[in-house]
């Protein structure tokens, strides 16, 4: 079994900085792919960025040049730093991680509001 809990989320006026934190109970060194994923009311599950084990990283259009997604393996947590925040970020946002099998969070708040 696999858990992850994320921390990090909140409200944020528009600029803002979040940083938004996934803790795996299994080793993130061994993980194939990282992930954060969010969903706002009405709208699909969109990938906002994602990390693979050999260090490539992509990104969503909208999130490029404010988000970045990184890796702390001695503390098995997975990071999305969140810059000059909007109100369209809003969201639930969602770890994944894939060690072979597809693990999810459970989801953390971020709402950008003034």
Request: hydrophobic share 30%; with cysteine; proline share 2%.
């Given at each position: 079994q696999v858990?992850?809990?994320?921390?990090?989320?909140?409200?944020?006026?528009?600029?803002?900085?979040l940083r938004l934190s996934c803790a795996s109970s299994r080793s993130i060194f061994i993980?194939?792919?990282?992930?954060?994923?969010?969903?706002a009311p009405g709208k699909e599950r969109e990938l906002?960025?994602?990390?693979?084990?050999?260090?490539?990283?992509?990104?969503?259009?909208?999130?490029?040049?404010?988000?970045?997604?990184?890796?702390?393996?001695?503390?098995?947590t997975v990071y999305l730093q969140m810059n000059s925040l909007k109100p369209e970020?809003?969201?639930?946002?969602?770890?994944?991680v894939q060690f072979g099998g597809n693990y999810w969070g459970q989801g953390t708040q971020v709402t950008v509001s003034s």
């Open positions: 858990q992850l809990v994320e921390s990090g989320g909140g409200l944020v006026q528009p600029g803002g900085s993980a194939n792919v990282m992930g954060w994923y969010r969903q906002v960025a994602l990390l693979t084990r050999g260090g490539y990283t992509n990104y969503a259009d909208s999130v490029k040049g404010r988000f970045t997604i990184s890796r702390d393996n001695d503390k098995n970020d809003t969201a639930v946002y969602y770890c994944n």
